[in-house]
């Protein structure tokens, strides 16, 4: 019976040092996924903000009386400055396909509202309006697959 005491001791031990590192592992995990979402949460707000900052800029060339010479540089220039190209290759690396493929469609329309303002089209024209339209569809789309990865119930707001 000499055996008994220094097994129940090792025993304890090892139970001691593997629920310890089950806690940490679980801590650890819980922590990664915190970080991860953080993560995601601002790229999402990031991206989002950029589009804003596109559509307003786009929008405000519709509006301005600019040069025909001029107006396709300076409606590029505006459609690059927010940076919303860049925050979409990070999002195609960490976000889930469904929050990639609608952030893609909602970008899409921003680019074809481009290619119109380059084009010439003004602030009246129905294509131009049309896309409006398509782009606050695209972006309700965006921001509920967003809500939905984030674990963030649909807002009451919708526009």
């Known amino acids: 019976m000499e055996w008994i005491s220094p097994v129940s001791t090792a025993l304890g031990a090892v139970i001691g040092v593997g629920s310890t590192l089950i806690a ?3 801590r650890w995990s819980r ?9 995601r949460r601002k790229l ?6 950029a589009l804003s900052r596109m559509r307003t800029g786009l929008h405000e060339c519709a509006q301005a009386d600019i040069p025909a010479q001029e107006r396709p540089q300076r409606v590029r220039e505006l459609f690059l400055a927010p940076g ?3 925050i979409r290759h990070q ?3 960490i976000a889930p396909l469904d929050v990639v493929e609608a952030a893609r469609a ?9 290619d119109l303002l380059v084009q010439g089209a003004a602030i009246e024209d129905p294509a131009r309006r049309e ?6 569809s695209a972006l309700a789309e965006l921001r509920s697959v967003m809500r ?12």
């Open 148 to 159: 939905r990865d984030l674990g963030v119930p649909e807002s009451t707001t919708r526009r």
């Open 106 to 114: 909602a970008f899409v329309v921003l680019r074809d509202t481009r």
């Open 131 to 136: 896309l409006e339209d398509r782009f606050d």
């Open 91 to 93: 999002m195609a690396i």
């Open 24 to 26: 940490d592992r679980l």
């Open 84 to 86: 919303a190209y860049e």
């Open 31 to 39: 922590e990664r996924a915190g970080q991860s979402l953080d993560v």
């Open 44 to 49: 999402y707000g990031d991206y989002t903000a």
